[in-house]
């Protein structure tokens, strides 16, 4: 007798800075959201699709949990928190190399409360001693019943596949809920977007960073090139200068790597032309926030 087809939507939920992202993009097998090394890198929820002959798992990555200190934090946390609700099933990721903070004691409490089942991913284990990881599983399953205690390395992709197919067994049998080959469904303008923000959590100073926001202003596709015009838009005029750099080389670096980026995610040769605005204190405007394409 043939198994019936399983699918259903699972939660990537944990404090910023897991690998949540990088978890997302092994899933996908490319890259839909971004990658640093500063907390709160991820703003809005971002789908990837893995699907088989068996099942159809749609995640969503939450911004990571913090406390907030703007507008921007709180949409960003509320994001996160809601998730939980709406999921089949919920997956914790924590840090294998940092030590359980009173915050994952709290998310663990708020997991108990949806009464979706929760798998517990222990990230980031090629960076540790395999000794450590015990006493990791035994204080984090004194916090809540987990379905089960996955130890993956999400950079290596090492027990992803182990993770997929627990999340597959907790689902409930449903429809294919997008095509076989789609990975996200992102708009890929937001998906370039995003590539842009990346490059500039990657080479600015620490505050820059999180005060700016991206808009693609116009994505124009000819035969041989897609034409892309964006702009950043930062909080203060002393931050335009740092954006756009000496001679405008940082500006430069920003778009170049982005352009490699993007180029790769659609196939074909990018014109990709940046500009920089100041719009002050953004991040505690609700309007703007709205603009920008982050959840309420």
């Known amino acids: 007798m043939q198994n019936k087809f399983k699918s259903g939507f699972a939660a990537i939920i944990g404090m910023p800075n897991v690998g949540k992202s990088t978890l997302l993009n092994t899933v996908a097998g490319q890259k839909i959201a971004i990658i640093s090394d500063k907390p709160q890198t991820t703003r809005n929820k971002i ?7 068996e099942h159809q798992i749609v995640f969503t990555d939450t911004p990571g949990i913090h406390k907030p200190h703007n ?7 509320k994001t996160a928190n809601e998730s939980m609700n709406e999921m089949d099933v919920v997956v914790f990721v ?22 979706a089942p929760c798998i517990l991913v222990i990230n980031k284990v090629d960076s540790v001693k395999k000794d450590t990881l015990l006493p990791i599983i035994a204080d984090y399953s004194n916090l809540h019943e987990f379905e089960s205690i996955v130890p993956i390395s999400a950079k290596t992709g090492d027990g992803v596949d182990i993770l997929l197919g627990d999340i597959a067994d907790l689902l409930p049998e449903g429809p294919k809920f997008y095509y076989d080959d789609m990975v996200t469904d992102q708009p890929e303008k937001q998906v370039a977007a995003e590539m842009i923000r990346e490059k500039m959590l990657w080479l600015l100073e620490k505050e820059v960073p999180h005060g700016i926001a991206i808009e693609i202003e116009k994505m124009h596709e000819k035969e041989n090139i897609t034409e892309i015009y964006a702009v950043i838009y930062c909080e203060k005029a002393s931050h335009k200068g740092i954006i756009i750099g ?8 920003i778009g170049r790597l982005a352009r490699a980026d993007i180029e790769e995610m659609l196939d074909k040769k990018v014109y990709l032309e940046l500009w920089v605005r100041v719009k002050d204190d953004w991040r505690n405007s609700e309007r703007m926030i709205k603009n920008f394409g982050f959840e309420q």
């Open 47 to 53: 789908l990837a699709i893995h699907t088989t002959d």
């Open 71 to 77: 507008k921007l934090g709180e949409v960003m946390v």
């Open 94 to 115: 924590v840090d294998a190399s940092r030590r359980m903070s009173d915050t994952e004691r709290e998310i663990a409490k708020n997991i108990g409360k949806t009464g």
């Open 246 to 253: 000496k001679n405008g080389e940082m500006l430069k670096k």
